[in-house]
């Protein structure tokens, strides 16, 4: 692992690292924020995933959650949103290719070779946080924004058991039934039939609790009303109907005149931060 910057923050310390990625074949960049806690043993850690063009930075430098985390004595994990560097695969557009990894592991060439964002998440990265890092493992917690929103539903319902609190921002709620989704499921697992289809299902919030998944706690979900996103992309309204179905909690808040911005992440931040401390600070 190797040390690209570190500040202090709020009593704690803000990191940005850089390591090479089993999972991804490539060097990956990623963010720690230590709470002051973290020098007396092990915290709770919140994993934050970021949206569609965003890399590590965006969330740690925009979101100002440190100060929130601080307080609560949480540890938050920032990794980027794709494989990057020579040799790797992008894309001309903006919701495909490098910065848009959709948290999955592609099976389609030339994007099964390093667009392996789901296993990067749920095993290469956490090992070394773990490893590294003064995170309690008993006590974790997922949440992200819109792309990221999308992966911490999925990764939180396909992984109950690791994860005690879930949330997200404006969150792509049915990739497999808007255009984002259809675009980048079909590039990186090839189509929507047979195997295919089950697939991506998989890495599908509204998908996954129709078929079955549960999560354990209350879901918090922010979304804001005046959100360019909210009808053709992000589809709330499908994620709040199949949790009602299934009788999945969910807190789903909507904030009027509030955008897809990071100043509307910025305002409900501590909210957040407080639904998770709730659920992981014993």
């Not at 911490?152 to 709620?173: D, K």
Request: with cysteine.
């Amino acid at each position: 692992m190797e040390l690209v910057s570190e500040q202090k923050c709020f009593g704690g310390v803000q990191g940005v690292y850089r390591h090479a990625s089993a999972a991804t074949g490539t060097d990956m960049q990623f963010a720690v924020y230590r709470p002051p806690q973290a020098e007396r043993g092990p915290v709770p850690v919140l994993w934050w995933l970021s949206g569609l063009t965003c890399t590590e930075d965006n969330f740690t430098v925009k979101a100002g959650a440190q100060r929130s985390a601080a307080e609560r004595g949480v540890m938050l994990v920032m990794p980027d949103t794709s494989p990057r560097g020579d040799g790797v695969p992008d894309d001309d557009a903006y919701d495909f290719g490098q910065g848009a990894g959709f948290y999955v592991d592609a099976t389609e060439a030339p994007w099964s070779g390093h667009f392996k964002m789901y296993s990067y998440v749920t095993e290469d990265l956490p090992a070394l946080i773990f490893d590294r890092f003064p995170g309690d493992r008993a006590r974790q917690g997922i949440f992200g924004h819109s792309m990221g929103g999308h992966g911490a539903l999925t990764i939180a319902l396909r992984h109950p058991g690791t994860y005690r609190s879930v949330s997200a921002f404006a969150p792509i709620s049915a990739p497999t039934q808007c255009p984002w989704g259809r675009k980048a499921f079909t590039g990186y697992f090839g189509g929507h039939d047979g195997d295919r289809r089950e697939r991506a299902r998989g890495h599908d919030a509204v998908a996954l609790i129709e078929d079955g998944a549960r999560f354990d706690a209350t879901i918090l979900v922010d979304q804001g009303d005046a959100d360019p996103f909210l009808d053709e992309q992000l589809r709330p309204e499908l994620l709040r109907a199949a949790c009602a179905a299934a009788a999945q909690p969910l807190t789903y808040r909507l904030q009027p005149g509030y955008d897809h911005s990071y100043f509307f992440i910025a305002t409900f931040i501590a909210d957040h931060i407080v639904h998770h401390a709730e659920m992981l600070c014993d």
